[in-house]
């Protein structure tokens, strides 16, 4: 029988198969649970990735699971005609969790759907065109997500995109004041970049964002996809500056690591579209029942285990260790940053950081670089682990950057 990753490079991405052969992880998954994942040879992972932030509570939550599984039994997709309860309980939950004001939910099953709602929702709302976006930002690569994800690999085939979007630099409030004009509907922002290499924008920046798109009346849509739950050391991204955006996308984490489910939450203006248009957008699959039920069970275990809290300290523990090895090998490592469990190791050059990310799945911890800055490895594992898996992780990356070095010093 024709092994699954030799079908996997056949039939489904023989690019993406080279670049795990290159990183040592041509290999087939198995099963997992927690903090670990085990291949199909019986070799075990630590994942120190989580699914760039899907897995704040792990691979097969106890309790998301057992959630999942009484709605399985009972009815698993909405007839969509009559109401889904866990799906309505979902949405008044969310409006009760995210920042004042945010009172409406839209369902979709990813992170890019939800971003397809608010780019629909802003246009709609505001009667305006322009959207802008950051360099370095990721949305999504559905059609209007990749146009407000400025990466030429990724949009350059798929031209023509959507029409006005302007993209200004990340973190620059300067910059952003330049772009506004009375034709903006909205400036979509990442709490803190993810796949632009764990960007922290510099204080004050969020607030100053709001400003200006109040003052230029377009909305301010948070991409919390991937800063959402927990995983920066608060709730929301958005809580580090105390901003209320005008919506919120969630994905990623919301669906407790079982099940795809994406949200954009938002003011209730914003969605007021839906009352002359209730059809204007729609998803079959958006927010069915199998996965509000994961969604429901997954807010309350981060809330009840204060999860966000857990993120702050645990992260703090492996940022520390992190500055060490950044001391211990300076001529590896540029920079370690982040916020919470969403950290970054930016290394000298991407090919010294494809080499560590190599030795790291050798010694069974599984990372990956950013998608849209291959220089930076980041580090966002589930938010329930403890010390002892930050230790873990730490000493498999110890010894995978003395191998790089020795590795390196024979190319020279
Ligand atoms: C992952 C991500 C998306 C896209 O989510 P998908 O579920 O992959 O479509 C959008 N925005 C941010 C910030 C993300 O990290």
Redesign the pocket.
């Known amino acids: 029988m024709t092994d699954a990753f030799t079908l996997f490079e056949r039939h489904v991405n023989p690019g993406l198969a080279g670049l795990l052969r290159f990183t040592g992880l041509d290999r087939v998954e198995s099963h997992a649970e927690g903090p670990y994942v085990w291949d199909t040879t019986g070799k075990r992972y630590l994942d120190f990735l989580g699914l760039?932030?899907?897995l704040n509570l792990g691979h097969r939550h106890p309790r998301v699971v057992e959630a999942v599984k009484r709605q399985l039994d009972r009815m698993p997709m909405s007839v969509r005609i009559l109401v889904s309860e866990p799906t309505a309980r979902l949405a008044a939950k969310l409006a009760e969790i995210t920042p004042e004001g945010l009172e409406m939910v839209f369902f979709g099953?990813?992170?890019?759907?939800?971003?397809e709602a608010a780019i629909k929702l802003a246009r709609a709302h505001t009667g305006r065109p322009t959207l802008v976006t950051t360099e370095g930002?990721?949305?999504?690569?559905?059609m209007g997500?990749l146009s407000l994800?400025p990466r030429p690999q990724y949009q350059d085939p798929a031209k023509p995109l959507l029409p006005g979007v302007r993209v200004v630099p990340y973190g620059d409030l300067k910059a952003l004041e330049e772009a506004m004009d009375e034709t903006v509907a909205a400036v979509i922002v990442?709490p803190v970049?993810?796949?632009g290499g764990i960007r922290v924008p510099p204080e004050g920046y969020l607030r100053g964002v709001r400003e200006l798109t109040r003052r230029w009346g377009a909305l301010m849509i948070a991409?919390?996809?991937?800063?959402g739950l927990g995983r920066t050391g608060k709730l929301w991204g958005v809580e580090w500056e105390a901003v209320a955006p005008d919506l919120l996308?969630s994905?990623?984490a919301l669906g407790g690591g079982v099940m795809?489910i994406?949200a954009c939450v938002g003011r209730p203006e914003v969605f007021s579209v839906f009352k002359e248009n209730p059809l204007y957008h729609s998803s079959t699959f958006g927010g069915n029942p199998l996965a509000a039920a994961a969604a429901l069970a997954a807010i309350e275990v981060t809330l009840e285990e204060n999860l966000p809290q857990r993120a702050l300290e645990v992260g703090a523990y492996l940022m520390e260790g992190l500055k060490g090895l950044a001391e211990a090998f300076p001529h590896l490592i540029a920079e370690v940053r982040g916020r919470g469990l969403m950290l970054g190791v930016e290394f000298q050059d991407a090919d010294i950081g494809a080499l560590v990310v190599a030795e790291l799945a050798e010694r069974g911890v599984l990372t990956a670089f950013g998608l849209n800055n291959p220089q930076v490895v980041r580090l966002e594992p589930p938010l329930i682990i403890g010390k002892e898996h930050v230790d873990e992780a730490l000493s498999a990356l110890e010894e995978s950057l003395k191998a790089t070095e020795k590795a390196l010093e024979g190319l020279l």
């Not at 991409?223 to 800063?227: L, P, S």
């Open positions: 760039y932030g899907t099953n990813s992170g890019a759907e939800a971003v930002g990721f949305h999504g690569k559905t997500a994800t990442e970049q993810g796949e991409d919390e996809v991937q800063t996308t994905a990623k795809p994406g």
